[in-house]
């Protein structure tokens, strides 16, 4: 038997095929009694089935998600837009969903699965340690964007786009070091947080190193934890406890460039200078930074360069064209006002 | 006859669940003949239209779309984290859509509707002015959140959040005069622009005039157009401009923080100094404008507010309890160290 179209309910029922529309679709605006008489009528000519078959083939398997750590942070903005355009012009529709700091990124993707008919995931940023066996639960195609990763996942197909935050951490304290500066103070993520600040961290270590500089275990700041963590407020905060606490440094080394902010406008705040009382370095290299006063010496990473090729594995992963694909960037250092020689 | 269920074609497939599931979302990393064997099962005892009856039932038709134009502005930062966890908590799934400035987001919210189970749409930033028959098109309920907005809409229902542009423009430029500033320049977009930019204009224009103050076109710096007119950049245009034309001004009135931004670090540039030389007062009152140096005077926006309340009427209309609202809030008058008196 032929299916009865959404046409033929409606002369059935003697309405409009709007009305019939919103009847399915659960739309507010229409009469209960007009409704009840529709999905009857629906029911007793089999009419849905055909109808959301349809509507599945055409649209609805579309889904792109973007689950993302840290929505707040002006370093995903342009990235997210980037995404969003991309999406649009591949005809797929964009589904956004923050992460909580303290939430599993991997537990949040199964449900979305479960809900939505996703046809690939891009985790964005966040710091990645799953276990295959988790990951295995992933059904779609996903890339992980400027995501924190120590190692590789063997035997699960996943693909990841980023710079290398160690290495990248490593050029711009090295970048100090250089300039003469010995006492160089970091304000980082503590040691149990899961995310680029333990990579961050790394890098600073190792450049202290290379240079024949002795750690001081009294020039970390460590950042309050919580899930404004990487925001100007705490920034702020570490910067004051530096001043006041009449920190034995020349420079510092903020892990992003939001935080690099906040510490400068405590510093600003407690009668100081930079860079002539404290050189401070960023790390992401935002559009603000360069708009900041004074400029920020960072290191920028390829923002846009990241969100489009990371949709570009993405889609030649849900086309089959690729198993997986880890892709670095390279970052840049951008050298602003914010630090001097010493 | 009762339908068949997923189980039922798997067994006389001879395969699993999983892989009836992979191939109806058609999903990579299936075989293409199993894929063909399912299917034609599927088709035969007519299994996808209950099993897409019951998925519409349970999810896709859970559906808000957040419609957006300026995606990359900061303002909009904490209202989408905002919209992202109310949504979530309705069991709603966010879909998240940019609109450029030159689209309009009616056609581009009626195409959404088409594609997707919508029940409700947002439409946040931009300027509003669509007639009653387009707006008729929508079926959802909508909201205009932070949208500039002249006049109301006669006979369409549809609520809005915003602050009065006009009013809180009026209410910092007046500030301006109050503290002995007679040569205001601003900077603004250009007459043409459909966006909040022509109501923040009226309302310096209007402070001017009730301050006896004598319109000056001289003053007026426009904005370039195009899609990053409300960026620091484009501020910073205007800002090197106003220095360069020696502009016989003693404050500036950006009409966002961005551009007072953008223009802050082309007079630090030049220079001079804020506000020695120039006061500068902004608006939105984004976190960012505390944190710069100097801090900006401005208007803040409650957009934590206004996010939460754009929603909750949003779910009051979707479900029938309120016909239309429209809700101002009033902004708030941050007295930073950008402007002094004269």
Redesign the interface.
């Known amino acids: 038997m032929e299916s009865i179209t959404i046409k033929d309910v409606a002369k059935i029922c003697g309405v409009s095929v709007?009305t019939v529309?919103?009847a399915i679709?659960?739309?507010?605006?229409i009469n209960e009694e007009t409704k009840n008489m529709i999905m009857q009528v629906i029911k007793k000519y089999?009419y849905?089935?055909?109808n959301?078959?349809r509507?599945?083939k055409?649209?609805?398997?579309n889904n792109i998600a973007i689950l993302i750590k840290g929505?707040?942070n002006?370093f995903f903005?342009?990235m997210?837009?980037e995404f969003?355009?991309e999406i649009?012009k591949k005809k797929y529709?964009?589904?956004?969903?923050?992460v909580d700091e303290n939430q599993d990124e991997i537990e949040v993707a199964i449900e979305l699965e479960k809900?939505?008919?996703l046809?690939g995931i891009v985790f964005l940023g966040g710091y990645f340690s799953h276990s295959r066996e988790k990951l295995e639960k992933l059904?779609?195609?996903f890339v992980l964007s400027t995501v924190g990763m120590s190692e590789m996942i063997e035997g699960v197909k996943y693909s990841s786009v980023a710079v290398d935050d160690k290495k990248e951490s490593y050029k711009i304290v090295d970048y100090l070091c250089k300039l003469g500066h010995k006492k160089i103070a970091i304000i980082s993520a503590t040691d149990d947080d899961e995310s680029i600040g333990k990579l961050r961290f790394e890098g600073y270590m190792r450049a202290l190193c290379d240079n024949n500089i002795e750690f001081n275990p009294d020039l970390v700041y460590y950042l309050q934890s919580g899930n404004d963590r990487y925001?100007?407020?705490s920034g702020?905060i570490a910067g004051k406890k530096i001043v006041k606490e009449k920190a034995d440094c020349t420079a510092i080394f903020a892990i992003t460039d939001i935080i690099a902010?906040?510490a400068?406008?405590a510093i600003?705040e407690e009668g100081y200078k930079v860079p002539e009382d404290y050189s401070i370095a960023g790390y992401d290299g935002l559009?603000?930074s360069?708009?900041?006063?004074p400029?920020l010496t960072t290191i920028r990473q390829p923002v846009e360069k990241i969100a489009v090729e990371t949709l570009k594995v993405l889609f030649d992963?849900?086309?089959?064209k690729t198993d997986s694909v880890h892709k670095v960037f390279d970052g840049e250092l951008i050298i602003g006002e914010s630090v001097k020689n010493i």
Chains 1, 2 share one sequence.
């Open positions: 709007s529309s919103r679709n659960n739309n507010p605006g089999d849905i089935p055909n959301s078959a509507n599945l055409r649209s609805e398997t929505l707040n002006p903005s342009p997210i837009a969003e355009k649009k529709t964009f589904i956004l969903q923050r809900e939505k008919r046809k059904t779609v195609p925001s100007m407020r702020y902010m906040g400068l406008r600003y559009e603000l360069r708009y900041y006063i400029s992963m849900i086309n089959e």
